[in-house]
């Protein structure tokens, strides 16, 4: 096999050595070679890796040693401690403390009842054995501080009925004809209840008959 040779710009023949290695005899490369091969195997060098590989190892067991040990236990045992003291009497004392100041804080600004407040009532009488014709009306009854109201009694007659009228403003009274009630057929008794989505009303005797009614109301 033949290379170029760059010096004389002429082919020169390869040659191998009897154990197929490039046979150098360039006495430059020779030179190269021999200092490259010198720096990298002296004794200087050697003793240099080995200083650095022994500094690793030495910072390596450091980590291990007795002393290096004692001193993570310590911080451990820091730990532990400080968590200790977290539920200890002291402290727990201290927090009951806390939690007694803000109980005692908030007694007395919420008001709590045992039982159900009572709602507001009112009653009155609409008829008193009154005979009516039919279409009169009742006197108003003022329902302004209550939201339900009922009216209940008896009638001579047992077809009898009676009708709800309602007010804003006590002067104009318009029929509810949802709240008509009705006698029972076999007493005469009349009894029915309603809402109050007006402040005032009045009761229509539809039929002629003798009446006895009264109303409530409730909050």
């Known amino acids: 096999m033949y290379v170029r040779d760059s010096s004389n710009n002429k082919n020169v023949l390869l040659e191998v050595d009897g154990s197929n290695q490039l046979s150098i005899k360039d006495v430059t490369a020779q030179a190269a070679l021999s200092s490259i091969d010198s720096k990298c195997a002296t004794a200087a060098h050697q003793v240099s890796h080995n200083t650095k590989l022994d500094t690793i190892a030495t910072?390596?067991?450091?980590?291990?040693?007795?002393?290096h040990q004692v001193s993570h236990n310590t911080k451990l045992d820091t730990i532990a401690t400080n968590q200790g003291n977290l539920a200890t009497a002291a402290h727990q004392v201290s927090h009951n403390t806390k939690l007694d100041a803000i109980n005692t804080t908030l007694q007395g600004t919420i008001?709590?009842?045992?039982?159900?407040?009572?709602?507001?009532?009112?009653?009155?009488?609409?008829?008193?054995?009154?005979?009516?014709?039919?279409?009169?009306?009742?006197?108003?009854?003022?329902?302004?501080?209550?939201?339900?109201?009922?009216?209940?009694g008896s009638s001579s007659s047992n077809t009898a009925k009676v009708k709800v009228h309602l007010s804003h403003d006590n002067s104009n009274f318009y029929e509810d004809n949802q709240n008509q009630f009705f006698a029972n057929a076999s007493n005469g008794h009349i009894a029915g209840n309603f809402e109050l989505n007006a402040p005032y009303f009045k009761i229509e005797f539809v039929d002629t008959a003798t009446y006895t009614l009264e109303y409530s109301l409730v909050d």
Request: aromatic share 4%; glycine share 10%.
């Open 111 to 152: 008001s709590v009842s045992s039982s159900a407040a009572v709602p507001a009532r009112a009653s009155g009488n609409i008829a008193t054995g009154a005979s009516k014709s039919a279409g009169d009306l009742s006197s108003s009854v003022n329902g302004t501080n209550y939201r339900k109201a009922a009216v209940f």
């Open 59 to 67: 910072n390596q067991g450091n980590l291990a040693t007795a002393a």
